[in-house]
């Protein structure tokens, strides 16, 4: 955990208008980055090596930053197409716990509200 607190901390150095929403005490394992343009630009995972970037964002300063992790671009997080099938991931990738109860966050539609929008 502590050489993911190190990454976080070199990418909010490298764009120091980055906006860092992760509570690590909590056991939060998605860290969230944004900027007040563009809200929510990056979304990177603490235990399985992937971030997902927006689209939109010029994340060549922190591009360096992100060589061991697997980057996947994505438009926005506020798509119908984002959704989580909790039992496929439990099966495919262990390492992710889900530990939201179904009462505070919807399986089916999995929505992350733009806090700068």
Not at 50 to 58: D, L, Q, T
Not at 97 to 113: C, G, K, P, Q, T
Request: proline letters at 2%.
């Amino acid at each position: 955990m502590e050489e993911f607190k190190e990454i976080l901390i070199q990418i909010q150095l490298a764009d120091i208008v980055l906006k860092l929403d992760w509570d690590d005490g909590a056991g939060e394992e998605w860290a969230k980055l944004s900027n007040l343009v563009d809200g929510i630009v990056c979304m990177i995972n603490c235990k399985i090596g992937i971030i997902f970037v927006r689209k939109n964002y010029e994340y060549q300063n922190i591009e360096h930053i992100l060589n061991n992790f697997e980057i996947v671009f994505t438009e926005d997080y506020c798509s119908e197409e984002w959704y989580i099938d909790v039992d496929r991931l439990e099966k495919e990738i262990p390492e992710i716990y889900w530990h939201a109860s179904e009462n505070a966050v919807d399986r089916n539609s999995f929505y992350i509200l733009l806090p700068y929008n």
